[in-house]
């Protein structure tokens, strides 16, 4: 019964509310002359066969054909980038769909769950959202010369078998915390603390992603590590004064020790060089003491051989250039005597001694003798003839 009814506008004026039956038998024969049906009943128009009209088998027909287009086109779905579809048919695993447009049979046969394997999931271990919101029962570990040491870190992990991630782990993010965690535990443990809090850190990440990996791929869980990063690593709060005290006693150790290398460098080649020195001067004095021994020697030879030729004059001459060579480094005094003067004469040896050493420092003075009748004095005469005559018993 439609709105533009006479009747109801009648009953509109009337005030009086529509006629419940009136309104369903209205909607029957809309429905029936939707499905190519009239409604029924005599001809006359008598109201006993009046009632509700069933569709035709036609009209059946059609709402089975619509209702199964609506049940097959339920099994459409997309697949966005970066996910993929799994598909199960009565909860098995059937095939693995690719990103697009997609179809399976609906359900109940088939469902399909999406699994994001683009998306990068994080795991925190020692700390929640902050590094500051520890987590000492994950953070504290045993290093291997017997330290404890405090480490947060973070794992980052994408998934490469959505068909694994899906069905062998129950709660994959517990999984990675407990694998994260017995890793980097085993590896603090064979590592020194100095190692791990300073230069090993990049060393001690790439072997906990290593062991990490092979964990997860002998579970065969679908989850492949993607980065392992240390956000923080120190000594536990209760010592770390004491902490800070070593690592600079360690500093100043370190310094001093490369102080005392470098002045083991700057000293160490010079006394080298300096030995190598005295061992290059004791060699050739060495040549030049063999050279002089052999050039004596050679002397000794030719002078032997010349006083077997004449040995009065080789005498005489060696006996000249010894008194030569002796008084060339001697002071002489010369004395003139005066003729028929038998005076003794004083001589202040000690004040002329000073005073020719004082005379050769200002100026070289020189002693002309006034006669060419000089003599030695008696003193140095006699040596002089001593000498003369121990020289000439030798060689003879």
């Known amino acids: 019964m439609g709105l533009n009814d006479p009747q109801w506008g009648k009953r509109r004026g009337n005030s009086s509310p529509p006629d419940l039956e009136d309104i369903m038998r209205n909607v029957n024969q809309k429905m029936s002359e939707l499905f190519g049906k009239r409604?029924?009943?005599?001809?006359?128009?008598?109201?006993?066969?009046d009632g509700p009209n069933l569709p035709s088998g036609k009209g059946i027909v059609a709402i089975v054909v619509l209702l199964v287009l609506a049940w097959v086109g339920?099994?459409?779905y997309i697949v966005d980038e970066g996910q993929r579809g799994v598909v199960l048919r009565f909860g098995k695993h059937v095939e693995t769909t690719l990103p697009g447009l997609r179809w399976?049979?609906?359900s109940p046969v088939e469902a399909v769950e999406s699994v994001n394997i683009g998306q990068v999931r994080t795991v925190e271990?020692?700390?929640?959202?902050?590094v500051r919101s520890k987590v000492l029962k994950e953070s504290l570990m045993l290093t291997d010369d017997e330290n404890i040491i405090d480490i947060q870190f973070?794992?980052?992990?994408?998934l490469n078998s959505p068909e694994n991630f899906l069905f062998n782990n129950?709660?994959?993010?517990?999984?990675?915390?407990?694998?994260?965690?017995?890793?980097?535990r085993q590896i603090i443990g064979t590592s020194r603390m100095d190692f791990v809090l300073y230069e090993g850190r990049e060393e001690v990440t790439a072997k906990t992603t290593r062991l990490m990996q092979e964990i997860l791929d002998r579970y065969q869980i679908g989850i492949s590590i993607n980065r392992v990063t240390m956000q923080n690593a120190q000594p536990p709060e209760q010592v770390q004064a004491a902490f800070d005290d070593a690592v600079k006693a360690g500093q100043d150790r370190e310094r001093q020790r490369n102080e005392g290398q470098a002045y083991a460098n700057d000293v160490i080649p010079r006394a080298q060089g300096g030995a190598a020195r005295l061992l290059e001067e004791a060699q050739g004095y060495k040549q030049r003491v063999i050279a002089a021994a052999g050039g004596d020697a050679s002397r000794f030879a030719?002078?032997?051989?010349?006083?077997?030729?004449a040995p009065e004059v080789t005498r005489d001459r060696m006996y000249f250039d010894t008194i030569q060579q002796v008084l060339s480094s001697t002071s002489k005094i010369l004395i003139d005597q005066e003729k028929g003067g038998g005076n003794l004469l004083y001589l202040p040896l000690d004040k002329l001694i000073q005073a020719d050493a004082g005379a050769a420092k200002s100026s070289t003075a020189t002693i002309k003798p006034q006669s060419e009748s000089q003599e030695f004095s008696s003193d140095i005469g006699s040596r002089s003839r001593e000498s003369f005559r121990s020289r000439e018993r030798e060689m003879r």
């Open 154 to 158: 973070a794992v980052q992990y994408i």
């Open 302 to 309: 030719q002078v032997q051989a010349e006083y077997a030729k």
């Open 170 to 184: 129950r709660d994959p993010e517990s999984t990675v915390l407990q694998v994260a965690e017995t890793a980097i």
């Open 125 to 130: 271990i020692g700390y929640r959202n902050n």
């Open 104 to 106: 399976h049979i609906p």
């Open 39 to 49: 409604s029924g009943g005599s001809n006359d128009g008598d109201s006993e066969g």
């Open 74 to 76: 339920s099994g459409f």
